[in-house]
């Protein structure tokens, strides 16, 4: 059972699932809170729909358009006590469903003005689900490795939404997998030919508002860089004990618009 410590209330937070009982409602109330939160270049709301792959049909959770009309998700949202089984059927139904756009514009419409106050763009809501598959992203309530494997296979993702709660009743939210991020900024990053742990970033734009230390995430996990500026060349120096980032493999550092930097695997 995992628990956390939050120490400027000396409070702690267990896990939800392990101090009280709760279904897949309740815990997509819980989601539905927070989606501005955890997708805000998206419009993100209720798509209680049916979704046919041939014979075989699945009713989807959420669905997500992103701001600019480029992108679109559909989210399924499953408890860890889930049969998994189930769970994949439903990924397969919504990676390979047939999704008619002039039959969901009105639903879309209503339910995006409903829950984001926001009168979509009609025309190019039908362009963007017309000529593009949605993504699927299955969101669970605990840490699922096994899970993870077989939907990316799919080709979906997955993203842990893990709920904590206080004996005062205030929760706290641990997020965790591959979900939409959108960058504003990015650059090709090599390491230094002689001298170790130090990346050189190509376009040094993406850092020109750090003056000395920032935190990266690559993986969904910080890591800390020291920035250096040499002669016309700009530097990120590695201060923490174990690098993460392979020498033998390319990376891209972005940043996002919430103003948090990124490592990718290029």
Excluded at 52 to 76: C, M, S, T, V
Excluded at 93 to 102: A, I, R, S, V, W
Excluded at 138 to 153: F, L, Q, R, S, T
């Amino acid at each position: 059972m995992s628990k956390v410590l939050v120490t400027f209330d000396e409070s702690w937070y267990n896990e939800l699932n392990s101090v009280a009982y709760y279904g897949e409602t309740e815990f997509e109330k819980n989601i539905k809170q927070h989606l501005k939160h955890i997708f805000p270049d998206y419009m993100a709301f209720s798509y209680k729909q049916t979704v046919a792959d041939g014979p075989q049909k699945n009713r989807a959770d959420l669905a997500l358009i992103k701001n600019d009309y480029k992108d679109w998700w559909i989210i399924e949202v499953e408890l860890g006590t889930d049969n998994f089984n189930h769970v994949k059927q439903q990924v397969q139904t919504f990676l390979n469903g047939d999704y008619n756009p002039f039959m969901m514009i009105k639903y879309i419409t209503r339910k995006v003005k409903e829950e984001c106050n926001i009168d979509i763009d009609q025309k190019l809501t039908i362009d963007l689900i017309s000529n593009n598959a949605p993504k699927v992203l299955v969101m669970v309530d605990e840490p699922k490795i096994e899970w993870a494997k077989e939907i990316e296979k799919l080709g979906g993702e997955i993203f842990i939404f893990q709920v904590f709660k206080n004996t005062k009743g205030f929760h706290l939210y641990r997020l965790d997998g591959k979900y939409p991020i959108v960058s504003v900024s990015e650059s090709h990053c090599k390491y230094h030919p002689s001298i170790p742990n130090l990346l050189e970033i190509r376009d040094p734009t993406v850092i020109k508002d750090i003056v000395d230390e920032v935190q990266i995430l690559f993986n969904q996990k910080i890591t800390l860089w020291q920035k250096v500026i040499n002669k016309e060349s700009t530097f990120l120096r590695f201060t923490g004990s174990i690098n993460p980032l392979s020498a033998s493999s390319t990376f891209y550092l972005y940043k996002d618009t919430i103003g948090n930097f990124h490592f990718q695997i290029n």
